[in-house]
């Protein structure tokens, strides 16, 4: 069974950092892309960062050059490294990984699997 655990939420100050941890399990996880997404109250779900299998990353503009993805295939773990946040930073963050995805046995995920999600408050 595919399983996407996140870590790592909180209350933070602005300009403050978190690290967010993603652990995934049941995937050929060192040959899948990996992505955050994130969801703030009475908004939709926006797409955050992506890392490639190969360690390529794309990043959405209103976090560009205050957050890094990375990833480490011996731990299965995908982080998300958030520094100088912002009160608008403040929503849920999920782990995802996409339909199509590889899994245990090379079988090919069938749909989208998210994690349970973690808070990130940016407040004073």
């Known amino acids: 069974q595919v399983q996407l655990v996140e870590s790592g939420g909180g209350l933070v100050q602005p300009g403050g950092s978190l690290r967010l941890s993603c652990v995934a399990s049941?995937?050929?996880?060192?040959?899948?892309?990996m992505d955050w997404y994130r969801q703030a109250p009475g908004k939709e779900r926006e797409k955050v960062a992506l890392?490639?299998?190969?360690?390529?990353?794309t990043y959405g503009d209103s976090v560009k050059g205050r957050f890094t993805i990375s990833r480490d295939n011996i731990k299965n773990t995908v982080y998300l490294q958030m520094s100088s946040l912002k009160p608008e930073d403040t929503a849920v963050y999920y782990c995802?990984?996409?339909?199509?995805?590889?899994?245990?046995?090379?079988?090919?995920?069938?749909?989208?699997?998210w994690g349970q999600g973690t808070q990130v408050t940016v407040s004073p």
């Open positions: 995802h990984l996409g339909a199509g995805s590889y899994v245990e046995g090379w079988a090919l995920l069938r749909d989208d699997v």
């Open positions: 049941g995937t050929m996880f060192s040959n899948n892309h």
């Open positions: 890392i490639t299998s190969g360690g390529g990353t």
